[in-house]
Antibody, heavy 116, light 107 residues
Framework: QVQLVQSGAEVKKPGASVKVSCKASGYTFTGYHIHWVRQAPGQGLEWMGRINPDNGGTKSTQKFQDRVTMTRDTSISTAYMELSSLASDDTAVYFC?????????WGQGTLVTVSS | EIVLTQSPATLSLSPGERATLSCRASQSVSSHLAWYQQKPGQAPRLLIYDASKRATGIPVRFSGSGSGTDFTLTISSLEPEDFAVYYCLQRSSWIPNFGPGTKVDIK
């Protein structure tokens, strides 16, 4: 069965970086894009960007493009999202999602808390 | 950027009632629209893709309709587990984006 398993919760200080992993199983990792979506406490869903695991190509919104780095390691079927220059308003749950029929499978989410 | 508007913001209904949720796009997204259900502390769950196709394992009480700029998610008879927040997502442009959500709560 398709599964996306994300890394655990993180607490970071303002100005630091965080790297979240998303390990895929149950399907051909290079066959589907992986998207990153975040959700601030009590708020809605915000798309951040996506990576093509086959060739490593990425796209992200202008809001994040200077701070987000998306990579993958095909040998272990894992995608990564690194967000730099963290501020308090980056406190959120970060999700990865597979792009099958739209975002058909999601990771469980990773809570990133930014606090001094 | 395509903006999605969902209405109502909150829908208060009783189990067994019919729920009708709306999603409107600021410009045509053709049929490139999906619906998600999210419960507290959980990841979103895909319900409907391509405006009207039920995702794998989704009960038949969930149905989607519409094209262009106006879309509807209908839950024919609410079950206790259906009380949640529902989001629409457009995939027409290379920047996907979500609507603000509709909360379906128990009356």
């Amino acid at each position: 069965q398709v599964q996306l398993v994300q890394s655990g919760a993180e607490v970071k200080k303002p100005g630091a970086s965080v790297k979240v992993s998303c390990k895929a199983s149950g399907y051909t990792f290079t066959g589907y894009h992986i998207h990153w979506v975040r959700q601030a406490p009590g708020q809605g869903l915000e798309w951040m960007g996506r990576i093509n695991p086959d060739n490593g190509g990425t796209k992200s919104t202008q809001k994040f493009q200077d701070r987000v780095t998306m990579t993958r390691d095909t040998s272990i079927s894992t995608a990564y999202m690194e967000l730099s220059s963290l501020a308090s308003d980056d406190t959120a749950v970060y999700f990865c999602a597979r792009d099958g029929n739209d975002f058909d499978y999601w990771g469980q989410g990773t809570l990133v808390t930014v606090s001094s | 950027e395509i903006v999605l508007t969902q209405s109502p913001a909150t829908l208060s209904l009783s189990p067994g009632e019919r729920a009708t949720l709306s999603c409107r796009a600021s410009q045509s997204v053709s049929s490139h629209l999906a619906w998600y259900q999210q419960k507290p502390g959980q990841a979103p769950r895909l319900l409907i893709y391509d405006a009207s196709k039920r995702a794998t394992g989704i009960p038949v009480r969930f149905s989607g309709s519409g094209s262009g700029t106006d879309f509807t998610l209908t839950i024919s008879s609410l079950e206790p587990e259906d009380f949640a927040v529902y989001y629409c997502l457009q995939r027409s442009s290379w920047i996907p984006n979500f609507g603000p959500g509709t909360k379906v709560d128990i009356k």
